[in-house]
């Protein structure tokens, strides 16, 4: 019993078997693929070529589909969105299971929608918009790398050479505009940026092309950027060349356009003799034994471009979808879209466009393929675009179109093709990034400087400050004139005579004219686009170099300290004990005893009289000669001898503070200075003194920790003299001063007494401010 059971379910089994699995693996003898693209462009013809041969050799390899043929449908989308619509509609009442093409970024747009909405798969092999992204269009896949990698290579080159700021021509259309955006995109990342943008349209005449050109001359960058869809008139380059535009000023970058267009067409003397200096892309197509068949196949067609090898391969990797959509046995079948359905009776008969069923499966099978065919490797990467591939860089000449070296993504550029360059990686034989030899434009071999001085553009504002002391360095004259003047002014002006070209400019001088400018707030002004340009005694420092751009230092410069120095000349030391005045006071004082001596004197004393001349010399001798000893001349008058008791006193209380003085001032001299540098300063509590509007301050205070109430502003070299001679315990005075070095040497060549103590530190120069 349990025997027949058995048999019976394997019996069952095997009729099931033989019934569902030859339905469910049922291979068609043709499946349809359409394609839309311009046949009569320059990608167009050679594109139309590769997808023929490419289903002729699907065909005829054996083990791919496994004997279900292709069939391509083809329908010319004349370059124009309407046309490619309709051509799309026409081939989905044929019933294919996906679609190549189109060529032209402004048609793909509209067929992504229509594919989107249908469900089927539109693979191009041309259109590099890169804002035909997955998320907005699920249904489009690129086999080519879009215009952001592209770009992004040719940032790259600009970033090589030092080009700050371009000028970007380019198609007035979806290719043109986000080609460009993407440009834009990739040169913020390094700093630079688009000046000026030149949109041309494809039907814009010789006159208008002319204005454009003439127009972006006036502007100062030369570098320009020319991005557009193949072009075999290259009729940009003829009115350039007529616009004095193709000389040694002058850069010439060309996205791969040109190499196509280049590849597609015979190039002449003539051609070659226009586009002498010009640089661009190409798509490497690394060297294989598919390629080779491939080219040898096809020798007789000249007109091969990159794009039509990714349309040869396109074909393949769609075969490849297939096949692995049979191999899960899902059949190949269509059915009527319920929404177009609706649409019966109106003159465009869209109820007979049929859907393909699989579409979504088919979509991730090709996500999926992952093989090398002639153009380089296929797969997709994020975003469903095609990964990346390299370029090589090409170079115009007279003598034919040159490869003067290759970018790849990970390696930045090389002389060597990017696979020999990975393997002498890993032998550590690489060199630093480098490009061949390049003709730039007018013949030359040297690199472009890629800017001018515009026609245009204004003077530069360039601020200097209005400085009210140390005058010397930079400042402007008070009188009527106003000319700006100084060591500062001097360097600057000797220094534009090496500039190989004009540079316009004005001097604004900033400033209250009753005491310097603070230097930090010229620095904000140059930041915030109030001037362009400083030029003055500015200190390069740290905390200024995070904000603007320095030139080279035109003065070394540090921090020292400066305080009183002794007075090592003892000539006329005997004097200071006391001052002017008072020796004004105590001569006056003598003359005025022997007055009122000779007075009391005179009439009792024989020696007090004489002739006028012998009592004039008795009076100045008794009187002076008090100091040292006693009188040769007696007093008779008891008044007068009241009078010399008290002179005599006075004289003493004056002598004894005179030589306490002077021996004061002969001790203290002989005293070093409790001050060295800038350590015994630090670790004192004394008063300092610094230039007021200067770096000193901060770096006092934040850098070596100082109390800000130690720290006394000085505008003047008369205020420096002062503060030290009143000394740390006057009021207002200060024990030492830190300043930098050319301004202490100035103020010690005008003031004597005063001497710098230590080394100098804080080392840093002076430059001019840019942003």
């Known amino acids: 019993m349990g025997l027949g059971i058995d048999s019976f379910v394997a019996i069952t089994a095997l009729i099931l078997a033989f019934l569902v699995v030859p339905m469910g693996c049922q291979r068609p003898d043709v499946v349809n693929l359409g394609a839309v693209f311009a046949f009569d462009s320059v990608i167009g013809r050679a594109a139309k070529v590769a997808l023929e041969a490419a289903v002729s050799d699907v065909n005829a390899d054996t083990s791919v589909l496994n004997g279900t043929k292709l069939r391509l449908l083809m329908e010319d989308s004349v370059c124009n969105v309407f046309h490619g619509s309709i051509g799309a509609f026409k081939l989905l009442e044929k019933e294919v299971v996906a679609m190549i093409g189109p060529i032209s970024s402004s048609v793909a747009h509209t067929m992504s929608d229509i594919a989107k909405g249908l469900h089927f798969p539109l693979i191009s092999f041309a259109a590099t918009d890169p804002t035909l992204?997955?998320?907005?269009?699920?249904?489009?896949?690129?086999?080519?790398?879009?215009?952001?990698?592209?770009?992004?290579?040719l940032v790259e080159l600009i970033a090589f050479y030092g080009w700050k700021e371009v000028i970007s021509v380019y198609s007035d259309d979806e290719l043109g505009r986000n080609g460009v955006a993407a440009l834009d995109d990739e040169l913020y990342k390094k700093r630079s940026r688009i000046s000026y943008k030149v949109p041309l349209s494809v039907h814009s005449d010789e006159k208008f092309l002319t204005e454009a050109l003439k127009k972006?001359?006036?502007?100062?960058?030369?570098?320009?950027?020319?991005?557009?869809?193949?072009?075999?008139?290259?009729?940009?380059?003829?009115?350039?060349?007529?616009?004095?535009?193709?000389?040694?000023?002058?850069?010439?970058?060309?996205t791969d356009w040109l190499s196509v267009t280049l590849d597609s067409s015979l190039s002449d003397k003539g051609t070659l003799k226009r586009l002498?200096?010009?640089?661009?892309?190409?798509?490497?197509?690394?060297?294989?034994?598919?390629?080779?068949?491939?080219?040898?196949?096809?020798?007789?067609?000249?007109?091969?471009?990159?794009?039509?090898?990714?349309?040869?391969?396109?074909?393949?990797?769609?075969?490849?979808?297939?096949?692995?959509?049979?191999?899960?046995?899902?059949?190949?079948?269509?059915?009527?879209?319920?929404?177009?359905?609706?649409?019966?009776?109106?003159k465009l008969h869209l109820e007979k466009i049929k859907f393909f069923n699989s579409g979504e499966l088919l979509l991730e099978k090709l996500l999926k393929v992952n093989f090398t065919g002639i153009a380089g490797q296929v797969q997709f990467g994020s975003g469903r675009?095609?990964?990346?591939?390299?370029?090589?860089?090409?170079?115009?000449?007279?003598?034919?179109?040159?490869?003067?070296?290759?970018?790849?993504?990970?390696?930045?550029?090389?002389?060597?093709?990017?696979?020999?360059?990975?393997?002498?990686?890993?032998?550590?034989?690489?060199?630093?990034?480098?490009?061949?030899?390049?003709?730039?434009?007018?013949?030359?071999?040297?690199?472009?400087?890629?800017?001018?001085?515009?026609d245009s553009a204004d003077p530069l504002k360039i601020v200097i400050p209005r400085r009210v002391s140390f005058v010397e360095f930079v400042t402007e004259e008070k009188n009527s004139s106003h000319r700006i003047k100084g060591y500062c002014i001097d360097i600057f002006i000797e220094a534009l005579k090496f500039v190989p070209y004009n540079v316009p400019y004005i001097f604004e001088p900033f400033g209250n004219g009753h005491s310097s400018p603070n230097y930090n707030q010229l620095i904000q002004m140059v930041t915030g686009g109030v001037y362009d340009a400083a030029v003055g005694d500015f200190a390069i420092v740290p905390s200024r170099s995070?904000?603007?751009?320095?030139?080279?230092?035109?003065?070394?410069?540090?921090?020292?300290?400066?305080?009183?120095?002794?007075?090592?000349?003892a000539t006329w030391i005997f004097l200071r004990p006391f001052t002017i005045r008072l020796w004004c006071v105590v001569l006056v004082s003598f003359m005025v005893i022997a007055v009122v001596i000779w007075i009391l004197e005179h009439r009792f004393n024989e020696d007090f009289r004489g002739p006028p001349r012998r009592q004039l010399?008795?009076?100045?001798l008794f009187s002076f000669s008090t100091l040292f000893k006693r009188n040769q001349e007696d007093t008779v008058s008891n008044l007068a001898r009241l009078v010399m008791i008290v002179w005599l006193f006075l004289l003493m209380v004056l002598t004894a503070s005179y030589t306490a003085n002077l021996t004061s001032i002969l001790t203290v001299q002989q005293l070093p200075s409790a001050i060295t540098g800038i350590d015994s300063l630090r670790?004192?509590?004394?008063?300092?003194?610094?230039?007021?509007?200067?770096?000193?301050?901060e770096y006092l205070t934040y850098s070596l920790g100082m109390a800000r109430s130690r720290l006394v502003p000085l505008d003047s070299t008369e205020e420096y003299e002062k503060a030290l001679k009143l000394g740390p315990t006057n009021w207002g005075g200060v024990a030492a001063i830190v300043d930098e070095l050319p301004y202490i040497e100035l103020f010690l060549a005008e003031r004597a007494g005063f001497k710098i103590v230590g080394e100098p530190f804080m080392h840093r120069g002076w430059g001019f401010v840019s942003v």
């Not at 790398?145 to 992004?152: G, I, L, R, W």
């Not at 320009?224 to 004095?244: C, E, N, T, V, W």
């Open 133 to 153: 992204s997955a998320l907005q269009f699920p249904f489009f896949l690129r086999t080519t790398p879009n215009d952001a990698h592209q770009m992004s290579a």
């Open 216 to 254: 972006s001359k006036s502007i100062g960058p030369r570098v320009y950027i020319l991005h557009f869809g193949p072009d075999p008139s290259l009729r940009i380059f003829d009115i350039a060349q007529k616009l004095q535009m193709m000389t040694h000023e002058y850069v010439w970058l060309a």
């Open 683 to 697: 670790a004192s509590e004394v008063p300092i003194g610094y230039q007021a509007g200067t770096f000193t301050f």
């Open 276 to 346: 002498e200096g010009v640089v661009g892309l190409r798509q490497h197509i690394p060297e294989s034994i598919k390629m080779q068949q491939f080219t040898h196949k096809l020798k007789s067609n000249r007109s091969m471009n990159a794009y039509a090898l990714h349309a040869y391969d396109t074909v393949w990797m769609i075969a490849y979808g297939i096949e692995k959509l049979l191999n899960e046995g899902i059949n190949i079948t269509f059915s009527y879209s319920e929404k177009l359905l609706h649409a019966k009776g109106t």
């Open 617 to 620: 010399v008795t009076m100045m």
């Open 385 to 454: 675009n095609v990964i990346g591939c390299d370029y090589e860089i090409i170079n115009v000449d007279k003598t034919g179109v040159h490869t003067v070296g290759f970018w790849s993504k990970n390696g930045g550029f090389s002389v060597v093709a990017p696979k020999l360059q990975h393997s002498q990686k890993e032998t550590s034989l690489v060199s630093d990034e480098k490009l061949g030899d390049i003709t730039w434009p007018g013949g030359g071999h040297g690199k472009p400087r890629g800017w001018v001085i515009a």
């Open 546 to 569: 995070k904000l603007v751009d320095f030139s080279q230092p035109y003065a070394s410069t540090g921090l020292v300290v400066v305080i009183p120095a002794n007075d090592d000349n």
